[in-house]
């Protein structure tokens, strides 16, 4: 039997309201976990797939273990070498490349300190400063850390990558708030205090380097409150989009020294407005490298660094993770849309590593790499379809082979970025 049910004008209008407006939410989920406001840590967006916290856990401790104490022939980036007076050290191999590089010892650093390693932590930075780190005042690098060196010490470039600083100077101030500061080298928050004071301030200084003579002045530009590529003259008139880490720099605008915390904020700004400027209209894909107004740079030396590749896969995780820690820019929301839009439509299971900004696929495969830091654009995204990379991410398997480095360390910060498990923690009051 149907039952006929006649309703006045003004009722069916307010229930079809209702009825589209449930189903614009069933289309764009809420995050589980979604933070509201600053919270200076990511979500849990596995939650959303209904993966437990003990799995989630149990799952970031045996990818650390892996990576950090498996097999040294096949798993491990994470190789003890000895020590000094300062104590243990070891270092972080980039397997492919066969080399020590900044990046990678501050991505360790980083995660390690998210993990609670701290004699992990302690270990890379006394290598770090032991064989890295110019001390000598009249040498060009004075005060930055060389950025590829043999896993011996010996340095191969003498160049520093502002990347590598940013990663060292956050990861110290992370260590000091939830570990304390000890004596020397483990006095963390002065270290993080010198790197920021000498990435800002540092005065030109003209020198043999790498065999020739160099000139390398401060990290940031100034006027444009933008990161360099190189503080390297002249190529200190470009810059790299994955080199913005505007959530660091709110980090630093808090915790840092006081006279350059207004600085910081502006830095912050700044590279949110970068991020607008360099991500493509259509696919938010961004180059590798780029002119401070956002147009990609073709270097000399690698004229394709105007396409989409390695270091550009990291750009999409710094503008999410900014989202997720200070909601300041829902610009970055658009951007994470845009860009997983483009993914998506390549197919899920087939889109390579390597574009044309506009989306001509240059091949590469599929990247661990990049599905990696594809599921972290789910911390800004807002269409369903974030689910499906952040579940890409949870069905990945830690790494191993050749490419384990670069591969792991960027899986390894998006399964901290989706678990929750990456924060400020000098916003944590209890350790």
């Not at 990435?199 to 100034?222: D, E, W």
């Amino acid at each position: 039997m149907v039952v006929q049910v006649i309703l006045p004008l003004r009722s069916v209008l307010l229930l079809g309201i209702l009825v589209l407006t449930s189903c614009t939410q069933a289309e764009q989920p809420q995050h589980a976990s979604e933070n509201k406001v600053e919270s200076g840590r990511s979500p849990n967006i596995f939650a959303d797939l209904g993966i437990s916290p003990t799995k989630i856990q149990a799952r970031l401790e045996a990818d650390y273990q892996q990576l950090f104490s498996g097999h040294d022939q096949d798993q491990r980036v994470f190789y003890p070498a000895g020590s000094n007076a300062q104590g243990p050290m070891a270092y972080i191999k980039d397997i492919y490349n066969n080399d020590v590089r900044s990046e990678g010892m501050s991505y360790g650093m980083m995660i390690a300190v998210q993990m609670n390693k701290k004699a992990d932590f302690d270990a890379l930075w006394n290598w770090s400063l032991s064989h890295m780190y110019h001390s000598d005042p009249q040498h060009p690098s004075y005060g930055y850390f060389s950025w590829s060196l043999s896993t011996t010490g010996a340095a191969k470039d003498e160049m520093p990558a502002p990347d590598g600083e940013e990663y060292f100077a956050t990861a110290l101030y992370f260590a000091a708030a939830r570990w304390g500061n000890s004596e020397g080298i483990y006095h963390y928050s002065s270290w993080a205090d010198r790197l920021l004071t000498t990435m800002l301030h540092r005065q030109v200084i003209s020198g043999k380097a790498n065999g020739r003579i160099m000139t390398v002045g401060n990290m940031f530009n100034l006027q444009n409150a933008l990161v360099r590529f190189s503080p390297e003259v002249p190529i200190s008139q470009y810059t790299d989009a994955s080199y913005h880490t505007p959530a660091f720099y709110e980090v630093w605008a808090r915790v840092g020294p006081e006279a350059d915390r207004a600085f910081w904020l502006r830095a912050a700004a700044a590279s949110r407005d970068y991020f607008v400027r360099a991500a493509h209209p259509k696919t938010a894909l961004t180059p590798d490298y780029g002119e401070f107004d956002g147009r990609p740079w073709a270097a000399s030396w690698r004229p394709e660094s105007v396409d989409f590749r390695y270091d550009a896969w990291r750009t999409a995780m710094n503008w999410s993770m900014d989202w997720a820690w200070w909601r300041k820019d829902p610009r970055q929301q658009a951007l994470s849309d845009r860009l997983q839009s483009f993914f998506a439509a390549q197919g899920m299971k087939k889109y390579q590593s390597l574009y044309s900004l506009d989306g001509k696929s240059l091949g590469g495969g599929q990247s661990t790499a990049l599905i990696s830091m594809n599921a972290v654009a789910s911390l800004a995204a807002t269409h369903s379809r974030r689910q499906n990379f952040t579940r890409a991410l949870w069905e990945l398997k830690a790494p191993t082979g050749q490419y384990r480095y670069y591969d792991g360390m960027l899986y390894l910060l998006a399964m901290l970025n989706c678990s929750g498990e990456y924060r400020d923690w000098t916003l944590v009051t209890e350790k």
